[in-house]
């Protein structure tokens, strides 16, 4: 009888969102932050933290320049400020 392989696991959400939660509030903090800083400041592997960062810079939630690092982007600050509409009462 043949066995079956293992299921890759899926990564948690939870915990890639928790992380890239971790990573905005670490650049809103520091202005400008290159990756080897966001590295050192979140204590994660060098890969998950540049993984992490490309994916909101492709959202445009942080900016990046190759000299200065990240930086909040336009898209944050755009959720930042919008707000809902409100109702006439």
């Not at 990573?23 to 400041?41: C, D, N, Q, T, Y």
């Not at 592997?45 to 336009?74: D, F």
Request: hydrophobic content about 40%; overall charge positive; proline content about 9%.
């Amino acid at each position: 009888m043949p066995t079956e392989k293992p299921k890759p696991e899926r990564p948690d959400a939870n915990l890639s969102l928790t992380r890239a939660i971790d990573l905005l509030e670490v650049v809103a903090a520091e202005g400008r932050v290159s990756l080897p800083r966001l590295v050192a400041l979140l204590e994660l592997p060098r890969s998950t933290v540049h993984r992490l960062a490309t994916a909101l810079v492709e959202r445009g939630l942080l900016e990046t320049s190759p000299r200065a690092g990240y930086s909040i982007g336009q898209g944050l600050r755009a959720l930042a400020g919008a707000t809902p509409e409100r109702k006439a009462r």
